[in-house]
Nanobody, 121 residues
Framework: QVQLQESGPGLVKPSQTLSLTCTVS??????????WSWIRQPPGKGLEWIGYIAYSGSTYYSPSLRSRTSISRDTSKNQFALQLSSVTPEDTAVYYC?????????????WGQGTQVTVSS
Protein backbone atom coordinates (compact mmCIF):
# COMPACT_ATOMS: atom_id res chain seq x y z
CA GLN A 1 0.00 0.00 0.00
CA VAL A 2 1.46 3.30 -1.12
CA GLN A 3 1.09 6.22 1.26
CA LEU A 4 1.87 9.89 0.69
CA GLN A 5 2.16 12.56 3.35
CA GLU A 6 2.55 16.29 2.78
CA SER A 7 4.45 18.47 5.22
CA GLY A 8 5.46 22.09 5.42
CA PRO A 9 4.49 25.49 6.82
CA GLY A 10 0.80 26.31 6.93
CA LEU A 11 1.38 30.06 6.67
CA VAL A 12 3.55 31.88 4.16
CA LYS A 13 3.97 35.62 3.74
CA PRO A 14 3.33 37.30 0.38
CA SER A 15 6.36 37.43 -1.94
CA GLN A 16 8.03 34.54 -0.09
CA THR A 17 8.56 30.98 -1.33
CA LEU A 18 6.17 28.19 -0.42
CA SER A 19 8.00 24.94 0.29
CA LEU A 20 6.30 21.58 0.79
CA THR A 21 7.59 18.03 1.00
CA CYS A 22 5.81 14.80 0.16
CA THR A 23 7.09 11.68 1.91
CA VAL A 24 6.26 8.44 0.15
CA SER A 25 6.11 5.01 1.74
CA UNK A 26 5.23 1.63 0.30
CA UNK A 27 6.81 2.33 -3.07
CA UNK A 28 9.92 3.95 -4.48
CA UNK A 29 9.56 7.26 -6.31
CA UNK A 30 12.08 5.92 -8.81
CA UNK A 31 9.92 2.90 -9.66
CA UNK A 32 8.75 2.52 -13.26
CA UNK A 33 6.48 4.10 -14.49
CA UNK A 34 4.93 6.80 -12.32
CA UNK A 35 4.59 10.54 -12.13
CA TRP A 36 4.62 12.19 -8.73
CA SER A 37 2.45 15.27 -8.81
CA TRP A 38 1.53 18.33 -6.86
CA ILE A 39 -2.09 19.47 -7.09
CA ARG A 40 -3.90 22.23 -5.23
CA GLN A 41 -7.45 23.33 -4.50
CA PRO A 42 -8.10 26.99 -3.69
CA PRO A 43 -11.09 27.70 -1.47
CA GLY A 44 -14.34 27.37 -3.38
CA LYS A 45 -12.57 26.26 -6.57
CA GLY A 46 -11.67 23.06 -8.35
CA LEU A 47 -8.46 21.09 -8.40
CA GLU A 48 -5.48 22.66 -10.17
CA TRP A 49 -2.54 20.57 -11.33
CA ILE A 50 0.81 22.23 -10.55
CA GLY A 51 3.36 19.81 -11.97
CA TYR A 52 5.14 16.50 -11.56
CA ILE A 53 8.47 14.82 -11.25
CA ALA A 54 8.70 11.54 -13.09
CA TYR A 55 10.29 8.24 -12.03
CA SER A 56 13.21 9.24 -14.26
CA GLY A 57 13.66 12.58 -12.52
CA SER A 58 12.33 14.70 -15.36
CA THR A 59 9.87 17.43 -14.49
CA TYR A 60 6.89 19.08 -16.15
CA TYR A 61 4.95 22.09 -14.93
CA SER A 62 1.65 23.77 -15.56
CA PRO A 63 2.26 26.56 -18.08
CA SER A 64 0.43 29.05 -15.88
CA LEU A 65 2.74 28.34 -12.91
CA ARG A 66 5.95 27.29 -14.66
CA SER A 67 7.84 30.51 -14.03
CA ARG A 68 7.36 30.19 -10.25
CA THR A 69 7.48 26.40 -9.76
CA SER A 70 10.24 23.94 -9.00
CA ILE A 71 9.77 20.27 -8.13
CA SER A 72 12.72 18.22 -6.90
CA ARG A 73 13.32 14.91 -5.18
CA ASP A 74 15.52 13.22 -2.59
CA THR A 75 15.66 9.56 -3.54
CA SER A 76 17.56 8.63 -0.37
CA LYS A 77 14.56 9.78 1.67
CA ASN A 78 11.93 8.78 -0.90
CA GLN A 79 10.60 12.33 -0.91
CA PHE A 80 9.73 14.92 -3.50
CA ALA A 81 9.29 18.61 -2.90
CA LEU A 82 7.49 21.65 -4.24
CA GLN A 83 8.77 25.18 -4.25
CA LEU A 84 6.47 27.98 -5.41
CA SER A 85 8.06 31.40 -5.42
CA SER A 86 6.67 34.92 -5.15
CA VAL A 87 3.42 33.77 -3.62
CA THR A 88 0.32 35.93 -3.33
CA PRO A 89 -2.95 35.38 -1.45
CA GLU A 90 -4.24 33.69 -4.63
CA ASP A 91 -1.88 30.81 -3.88
CA THR A 92 -3.84 30.03 -0.73
CA ALA A 93 -5.09 26.47 -1.14
CA VAL A 94 -5.05 22.92 0.10
CA TYR A 95 -1.99 21.34 -1.48
CA TYR A 96 -1.92 17.63 -2.32
CA CYS A 97 0.73 15.25 -3.55
CA UNK A 98 -0.41 12.32 -5.63
CA UNK A 99 0.78 9.45 -7.83
CA UNK A 100 -0.17 9.04 -11.47
CA UNK A 101 0.58 6.07 -13.68
CA UNK A 102 2.28 6.77 -17.00
CA UNK A 103 0.02 4.15 -18.53
CA UNK A 104 -3.12 5.82 -17.25
CA UNK A 105 -2.51 9.54 -17.30
CA UNK A 106 -5.10 11.68 -15.60
CA UNK A 107 -5.89 9.04 -13.04
CA UNK A 108 -4.31 9.49 -9.62
CA UNK A 109 -4.39 6.27 -7.64
CA UNK A 110 -2.83 7.48 -4.40
CA TRP A 111 -3.14 10.85 -2.70
CA GLY A 112 -1.84 12.51 0.40
CA GLN A 113 -4.37 13.88 2.86
CA GLY A 114 -3.61 17.43 1.82
CA THR A 115 -2.15 20.35 3.70
CA GLN A 116 -3.63 23.82 4.02
CA VAL A 117 -1.33 26.66 3.02
CA THR A 118 -2.43 30.23 3.64
CA VAL A 119 -0.63 33.20 2.14
CA SER A 120 -1.05 36.19 4.38
CA SER A 121 0.98 38.87 6.06
Amino acid sequence: QVQLQESGPGLVKPSQTLSLTCTVSGGAITANYYYWSWIRQPPGKGLEWIGYIAYSGSTYYSPSLRSRTSISRDTSKNQFALQLSSVTPEDTAVYYCARESVAETGYYDYWGQGTQVTVSS
